[in-house]
């Protein structure tokens, strides 16, 4: 990781939370109210998150909760999943772990993503998709509705298929990598 | 990652790595990650060597964790709810047949369930497939199974070779030469009969092979050989099919090797008489060192715990190496600064090189020791068949001695200062001083980082990869507790210096192929 160039951005093109969260001026941010970011998450320029598809009532729910040090990609759409059950049309919530990296252009409609996974670009991650911890989908990858990836898998194809185990190592590089990702993400005064 | 990468060498399939040009190089060397480290040996130990066992099965979709037990009677796949779909792989669900009338008929329960696949909407009334209930599909699925005739084939096979080997285990059953006699015997039951039992797998008569006088003159030979097997199947369902496929309109309707391989044994070739198969099961693993034994990689029990009881990788002993050539970075920022795009990405692929120019690279070296290292870099020189030909690029690095600090858990708090001395962090001002100040040796230390300035000179008919081999020999304090009572009672002797190298190989990048109109052949 030692020769990454640090990256800048012009300081007024973000939003800096107070737990580090960078936000993007240009991201489409619905209901942000019922989303929770767990700091130095970063959010790029495109994205949109559905906070607003939300359980029917009026109690206040979270429909999005994002760790530490994820970043969703440039135009990267985060729905929750939905689905008709006894007759009844519902959003559930997502949850989504620590250092998770989503690609550009990556659709995410999982029911639940774990710690330090990443999802290429281009991605379809369908309905109620369940992502264990420290697995990878490869880019362009489409995973069909319910799909379960287990831990420590590489997921390719389409419709996605487990390819291999990923190294014992896995969660220590990713952890690394994010973190320094978020670290080299600097503003600058324009 | 952060440009070219370096592979390291695994000492497995030879003491010293090859010349990395060789089509068969690629598979001696590997990402650090990838790697484990035997501490009884002292060596490197890869994916490839390391002796695997199982300890947990489970299954993928739905995390069942499979005791050994059940496993083999429920033929290493998922006993609960969990099929493949037989036209895509992707798993299938259980949905109601009706899905419009489901309140309704749930609470009539008459409500019946079939297997759809969300992905390319196969479902199993394809196959007559309806279920009354929506659990334990998979033992009405196995019952069907099990009735296969392949699976009977394969159960007539197992009573018909397992008297000749029982009766010999068991009478000498700590005697290696047992197995190996029954062996033997059935190996001469193979070559005499290889013919038959391959060609009642499809569905002929070994008789006719192998003509009775020659069966009989292998009777008296040996005596305790088998009566020859004889296979359930007729032959009429391949003409059956000979006749299909004449008829055949569209391709698709055969199924493809691929799907016929994942059904059991004897698929039929009709696209559409696939049947939905319960879901291999997956298992973690435990991996041992090949030459002592010993533990390193055991995983907890927990199916979808990613933690470790013991985890003995590379990363943890040797060096971290990475390669990067300054311009090229340089170079990309300076692109990405120029198209306004701030975001970050994996940098471009590396910039071509370019034949006939020098480049500068700098190694980073990161040491993971708690305890400071002395590192020293070595070219591989030319193999000996090579030395008559030029070669198409030389390497001149620093070949003194280079300390890395130690790793200390401190350095990750001091993440700020970064921004500023990172060499390649400044796209502008680097071509202006470039001039002169690329020196070999060492440009950079930060925390347990040295980096090291190197230099490749490209000769004008260098093509392809530029690879080169480096080796590592690094010296570090041995904590080995071990090695202190051997001294005696002098109390804490002085560490030990200890000393390990490791063989790396090192892509600084590509040369493009040339145009058609100056081109030569390439050297052999």
Redesign the interface.
Known sequence: ??????????KA?FIETDTGNKVSRRATISGPQNIVLGGKSII??GAILRGDLRKAGNAPTVVITLGRYC?VG?GVVVRPPYKTY??AFNFYPMKIGDGVHIG?GSIVEAAQIGN?VEIGRNCII?KFTII???ARIADNT?L?????V????LFAGS?G??IEDL???????VEARTKA?Y????PVEQ | MSGPPVLYHCPCSSLHAPPPLLPSAAYQAHPLDTLYFCPECDAVRCARCVSVEVSTYYCPNCLFEVPSASVRAEKNRCARNCFVCPCCENTLQTVPMDPSSSSLAEEENKERYILYCTYCRWDSTAVGMVFDKPQGLASQLQRIEDDSPSTRELERLRDHFEPLLRPRTSLHPYQSGANAAALAALRRERDTHGHGLRSSRLGRSAAGRDGRDGQMREKERFEDDLPLFRSLEGEGEEREDIGWLRGLTEVEDVASLRQRGAETWDGSIRASDLRPLRLPLQSKKSKRCPACRHILIRPEQKAQSTKFKVKIVASNYLPALEVSRPEDTAFSAHARRRTSVALPGALGGAEDLQPGRTYHFLLALTNPLYDPINLRLALQPAAPGETGKRPPFSVSLPTNTVSVAAFTDAWDYDEDEGAEDELSGRPGGRDADARGRWKLGVVERKANTTKVGGELVLARDAQGDVKFNLLVTYTYKSEDPQAQPADGKEGRTEPELKTFAFWTVVHLGTVPPRQPESAVPPPV
């Open positions: 990781m030692s020769f990454h160039p640090v990256v800048t951005y012009p093109s790029s320029p970043l440039e006894k007759g550009d330090y369908g264990k911890d420290c489409v069909p509705p319910n799909t379960v287990p831990a420590l898998s419709p298929r487990f190294p014992e190592t896995t969660q220590e590089v990702h670290n080299r993400f600097q």
